[in-house]
């Protein structure tokens, strides 16, 4: 069965400092990982996905995130973080089938 | 625009009622979903839908129905059967290939007292 495990709940940065989110996923074929944030009382917005193309992935508003196999991890990170950046984010994993399995989430809270 | 729209974004029901989620979806997309929302549970999923006349239930299908009637349309009833229906809801849409991201929408906060 697959499965996505984000470790942390919360995590807290200052604003300029590097963001790091983690994430390892469980399955048992080659999975597609995405990453989605989303913001108060909103729906989830797309980050970026991984599909077997590449195993660094850039997405939107300069976050990136590596697929590292052997790792089963698809850590999201990003160099310099902004106050906008705030929010709460999902890692999730699609395999063989409609279903996307989702982690718990980590809420991101970024320091003046 | 093109994209999944949910309504109402805020409810409120009395315990016992039956309340519908209403998900409309103009990306011409096969499949559509639904997750529960709770605070430091992820998305749950709820119910899915590859195709029209077609749905399976997903992890926590207890104390809901869905219908799939038309391609763009995708409504949840949340029932009286289900225990604790106080969470956001959210509806997504994708076109059902595996590598294929999923569409939301906005949310529905749906608060029983």
């Known amino acids: 069965a697959q499965s996505v495990t984000q470790l942390g709940s919360h995590v807290s940065v200052s604003e300029g400092a590097l963001v790091l989110l983690r994430c390892n996923y469980s399955?048992?074929?080659?999975?597609?990982l995405f990453w989605y944030v989303q913001y108060p009382n909103q729906g989830l917005q797309l980050l970026l996905k991984y599909t077997s193309a590449a195993t660094l992935v850039k997405g939107i508003n300069g976050f990136e995130a590596e697929f590292k196999k052997s790792e089963t991890s698809f850590h999201l990170t990003k160099p310099s973080a902004h106050m906008s950046d705030a929010a709460e984010y999902f890692c999730?994993?699609?395999?063989?089938?409609?279903?996307?399995?989702f982690g718990a989430g980590t809420r991101l809270f970024v320091k003046a | 625009d093109g994209g999944i729209t949910q309504s109402p974004k805020y409810l409120f029901r009395k315990e016992g009622q039956n309340v519908t989620l209403s998900c409309e979806q103009n990306?011409?997309?096969?499949?559509m979903y639904w997750y529960r929302q709770d605070p430091g549970q992820g998305l749950r999923l709820i119910y899915y839908s590859q195709i029209v006349n077609d749905f399976q239930k997903g992890d926590i299908a207890e104390g809901y129905s869905v219908s799939r009637e038309k391609k763009e349309s995708f409504p949840l009833t949340v029932t009286s059967a289900q225990k604790n229906p106080t969470a956001f809801y959210l509806c997504?849409?994708?076109?059902?290939?595996?590598?294929?991201?999923?569409?939301f929408g906005q949310g529905t906060r749906l608060t029983v007292v």
């Open positions: 999730a994993v699609r395999t063989g089938g409609f279903k996307t399995i």
């Open positions: 997504a849409s994708s076109m059902g290939r595996e590598s294929g991201r999923a569409f």
């Open positions: 990306l011409n997309h096969d499949a």
């Open positions: 399955s048992s074929v080659p999975p597609y």
